[in-house]
């Protein structure tokens, strides 16, 4: 005799597959409710754990707070006069490479206050931070009102995400007491690519940030000299750009010579900050590592601008933490059509 066969009405199969959808339910419920209420509700963000994700927004908005946080101390610490400064080491360039109190203060601030928030993504930071001797800073995850008007929610892998810290930049100049220079900075990358970008001016509380196709809360200026571009560059760092700006746009072209990154990357936007300079094209012929570019790289992206290395490659960030190939950094301009009149010698060469 031949096996019966087992038939479902079709009620008894939309139950089956109800049933089915219910376990699936209760397996990935958690799981999803977890990573959508932190932007949602604003609440803690989820787990930690494989498949982690992070809403670039709230990492905007947690930057921005680590940012000023960092710059809190580098103020404090500034103003008591208690720098303790002291020499790690020496640039390519022979010069003396400071590290003060206010650099560690500030980086242990704000590195331990983005880890905490987002323990899964990958933190560089220019200080080192031992992990074994922590600090509890926390983040409300409040989201300022200007973000929340412009920048939607966007998740990504936190796998995909490489956050840069420079706690303190221009340091030489923080020891002399030229406070105009110091910025403290916080860039994230996604797949290498600087999309948040936050730099903040401790002294004057002044703070641009940017995310790329996301919003900012600065611009560009209405116009800028192509053909007789205003340079500037590092007073520290200058190398040979003088001879290179004159080589390339000729003998007239004005330079202004600035400390820090920071501050020079301010000088290409749309700003009424005090004692801030104006420029149109910023050059680096030197070394120089990715925490003092990055968050400026992200923040030119979010503007329309571009950065690049001399030869006119893109700047990747993961990785090494120095980019070897120097720098050329326009807004609203021909980005291309000034890589071609750099010399050839100068894009070529690896200071």
Known sequence: MAPMGIRLSPLGVAVFCLLGLAVLYHLYSGFLAGRFASFIFGGPPAPAGVGALVDLRELLAASVAAAVRGGVEVRRVREGNALHARSKGKTREGAEEKMTSGDLLSNRKMYFLLKAAFPDVQINSEEHVDENDPEVVSWDHTIPDDITRQVQPKLVPAESVTIWIDPLDATQEY????SQYVTTMVCAAVDGKPVIGVIHKPFSEYTAWAMVNGGSNVQPRSSYNER????????SHEGQVKQVAWQSFGNQTAIIKAGGA????ISL???SEAHQEKADVYIHVTYIKKWDICAGNAVLRALGGRMTTLAGEEITYTGSDGNEGGLIASVRMNHQALVEKLPVLVKTSRN
Not at 175 to 178: G, I, P, V
């Open 269 to 271: 936007f749309d700003v």
């Open 262 to 265: 920071g501050f020079i990357f």
């Open 228 to 235: 007789t571009p205003t340079i500037i560059v590092s007073r």
């Open 175 to 178: 020891t002399e007491n030229l």
